[in-house]
């Protein structure tokens, strides 16, 4: 077709079998901020939805097929220098599982746009955790060398299967954040500190608002962001659990 030549409008009717695109969207935020919470709202608001939580418990009971070994979760809080990058390991490993695994088979014949919520994601395992380790110097450059080495060579092998549409951003003060993580009560957690979750807001501020995070992966860098305010009661409060929905679901609607 030449250049500047009118194209004619087509219009076609939607194809009720042909099944939607899958979009894939990562939720993010600080600890103890409500992500699981809110993912739950998420995955009971409509079947059109799947959400995958962290798996935490997988990294409370390290095990063989044998036996549980250890609690990373645990050693990883009371000795950073020593256990953060194995925690890393395990951590960016289950991601990619998550992130890998076929949609639930409800969400292929949903009928609506179908989407695949992940509770964290490959990406902020090292833009927000591993590059704070490395910063606060509980990952040495070695490891942080390596780590970014096999992360960049997975990620570009693995490419479009791990690649997400959008990103959720859950945001509050990280004092506010300090006080659900002290009201949750995780034993692993007691020692947390004010600082490490302010190092951890200021690194999602960088990665996700000011877009100053020096990024790795081209189409990484145009994944629009959806930021919502978590200081609200979105747990109790009905009308502001709706309007964040409702938030949600435009903001699909625009991926
Ligand atoms: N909007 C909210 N208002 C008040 N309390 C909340 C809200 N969201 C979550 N909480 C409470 O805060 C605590 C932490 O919430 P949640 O476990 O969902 O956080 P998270 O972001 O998933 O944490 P993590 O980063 O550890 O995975 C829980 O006790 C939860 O009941
Ligand atoms: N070091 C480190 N790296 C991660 O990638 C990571 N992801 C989550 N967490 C911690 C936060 C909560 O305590 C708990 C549940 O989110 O696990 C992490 N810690």
Known sequence: MSRGARQPRVHTAPDKDKPSRILRVSLEGNIAVGKSTFAKLLNAATKDWDVALEPVSKWQSVDTSQETVSNLLDIMYR?????????????????????????????????????????????SDRYIFALTLFEMGCINATEWAVYQNWHSFLLE????????????????????????????????????????????????????????????FE????????????????????????NLISQVRNFFSTL
């Open 157 to 216: 092998q693995f490419a479009q299967r791990l690649e997400l549409e959008g990103i959720i951003y859950l945001k509050a003060p990280p004092q506010m954040c300090l006080e659900r993580l002290q009201r949750r009560g995780r034993d692993e957690e007691k020692d947390v500190k004010l600082d490490y979750l302010e190092k951890l807001h200021v690194q999602h501020e960088n990665w996700l608002v000011n877009k100053s995070t020096e990024l790795h």
């Open 79 to 123: 000795d950073p220098q020593r256990w953060s990058y194995t925690f890393q390991t395990f951590s960016c490993m289950s991601r990619m599982r998550t992130q890998l695994q076929p949609p639930a088979t409800h969400l292929l014949g949903s009928g609506g746009q179908p989407v695949q919520v992940f509770e964290r994601s490959v990406y």
């Open 219 to 242: 189409q990484l860098k145009r994944v629009p962001v959806l930021e919502l305010d978590a200081t609200v009661d979105f747990e109790k409060d009905k009308e502001v659990k709706n």
